[in-house]
């Protein structure tokens, strides 16, 4: 994409209510735009990176047996009142609404209620089970403070995937994968290392649930953590008891403070029993189905990495979301051989499958530079008559800022790919 097509510009200051980092630079670099509180529109390269991260999601619950789908957005009252839910006082983030009829509809906040209730047209059998429906969908919730940008937003892109099982061994099996892909989720997402499985309160079936906790100071959590077992606990069971049974020594658990990532639960009948979600059994009994559910936000991913991997002058993108694979800036913008090879560059990248923003705008050096490190695509080349005149041009990678020389023909051979790091 030619950077004077993106209608999108860079600004000099965040809005004065907007207290998060990583929105200010979201917003600074013309990734998002705030509408009102915890409310925000994906411009352009917002959608970029929002759809990177999501592809790796959804490579990853592809991966163990995930089966896309779409549920829908409006909520009947009626299936959340069966599991207690439609109450305010029970779930106190709704947003609800009223038809024309004055009948009442609500948005839904999560969707274990429909998914339970469409699955009784599907399992009937064993033999239907174990299934694992997901799907990206935009949430709606009422959330008291929204001050986080886009990691709390009051409507957001949250990947939620439902567990099927015949029984709790079935479950836990499952448990078990789905962890190590998210894992793998937050590894390639850049965050890996500073995020850690946490123990948290686990409700009615299973005594504990875990949440995947991202150490950074725009973190709303406090978890414990433990450097040997490399793994945390949540405020809501850090107690003597809990740490005695998790073999935690006290005196080693070291205090962060991190963002909610993700989440795993088990529901075990929670759901499947008041929704009449029933199977036959092997043995001819009938039961109800045990579920689990598996939160990631998605936008919440993204606000986490904005915020982690950025530094004074801009965001600093992982190659795996970078909302473009290069950057390629043309810093003499008046010289006619540098537009000349700029455009060769450009065409010859863009048909070899490289996703490329050319800055060929009519701006000087000083400002191309400045928003390219404000935007952070992961790989910079800058053309300019200095480099021409060389016969040597920059390679910059932004999240480790280091510069390389290469040549015209290492770009044209696209070895710059393979040189400057793998970050
Ligand atoms: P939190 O405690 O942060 O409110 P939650 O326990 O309500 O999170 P879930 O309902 O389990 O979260 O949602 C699954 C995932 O969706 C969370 O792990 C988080 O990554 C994301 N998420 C939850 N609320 C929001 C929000 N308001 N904005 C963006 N992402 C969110
Ligand atoms: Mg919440």
Same mark, same amino acid.
Request: no cysteine; aromatic share 6%.
């Given at each position: 994409m030619r950077q004077s097509k993106l209608f999108t510009k860079t600004r000099k200051e965040a809005p004065k209510d907007e207290v998060s980092k990583s929105a200010q630079l979201l917003i600074k670099a013309g990734y998002i735009k705030k509408e009102m509180a915890g409310v925000y529109t994906m411009l352009p390269l917002g959608l970029r990176t929002l759809q990177k991260i999501q592809e790796i999601v959804r490579k990853n619950m592809n991966k163990i047996g995930g089966v896309e789908m779409n549920l829908t957005a409006l909520q009947d009252p009626n299936l959340w009142e069966k599991t207690g839910r439609w109450d305010d006082k029970v779930l106190d983030v709704w947003f609800k609404t009223k038809l024309k009829n004055d009948t009442e509809v609500g948005l839904a906040t999560t969707h274990e209620e429909p998914l339970t209730n469409l699955m009784k047209d599907h399992i009937s059998s064993y033999n239907d089970l174990p299934v694992y429906p997901y799907q990206f969908q935009t949430k709606f919730r009422n959330e008291l403070r929204a001050k986080s940008g886009i990691m709390r937003g009051r409507e957001f892109l949250m990947k939620d995937l439902y567990s099927f099982s015949e029984s709790k061994e079935q479950h836990d099996e499952f448990y078990e994968k789905i962890k190590k892909a998210y894992f793998d989720i937050y590894e390639e997402c850049g965050i890996g290392d500073k995020t850690f499985l946490t123990f948290s309160s686990g409700g009615s079936f299973s005594k504990y649930s875990h949440e995947f906790q991202t150490e950074t100071d725009a973190g709303e959590d406090i978890i414990y953590y433990s450097p040997s077992k490399k793994i945390a606990v949540n405020d809501e069971v850090y107690n003597d008891e809990v740490l005695k049974e998790l073999g935690l020594e006290k005196s080693e658990l070291v205090e962060k403070k991190t963002a909610e990532t993700g989440n795993i639960f088990t529901l075990g009948e929670r759901f499947s029993e008041p929704l009449e979600l029933i199977f036959d059994t092997k043995e001819g009994e009938r039961k109800p189905v045990f579920m689990g559910s598996y939160g990631i936000g998605i936008g919440r991913l993204m606000g986490v990495v904005a915020e982690i991997l950025s530094d004074d002058k801009g965001l600093a993108w992982p190659? /795996?979301? /970078?909302?473009?694979d290069v950057h390629l %800036?043309? %810093? /003499?913008? !008046?010289n006619e051989d540098s537009v000349k090879l700029s455009d060769e560059i450009y065409e010859h990248l863009t048909q070899n499958g490289i996703d490329v923003l050319y !800055? !060929?705008? @009519? @701006?000087g050096v000083g400002e191309k530079l400045g928003d390219a490190d404000l935007i952070g695509i992961s790989k910079r080349i800058v053309i300019g008559v200095k480099g021409i005149e060389s016969g040597e041009f920059d390679l910059y990678n932004r999240l480790n800022d280091k510069t390389e020389k290469v040549s015209e023909s290492q770009i044209m051979n696209l070895e710059f790919i393979k040189k400057n790091g793998n970050n």
């Open positions: 190659e /795996s979301i /970078s909302p473009f %800036v043309n %810093v /003499s913008g !008046d !800055d !060929d705008r @009519k @701006k």
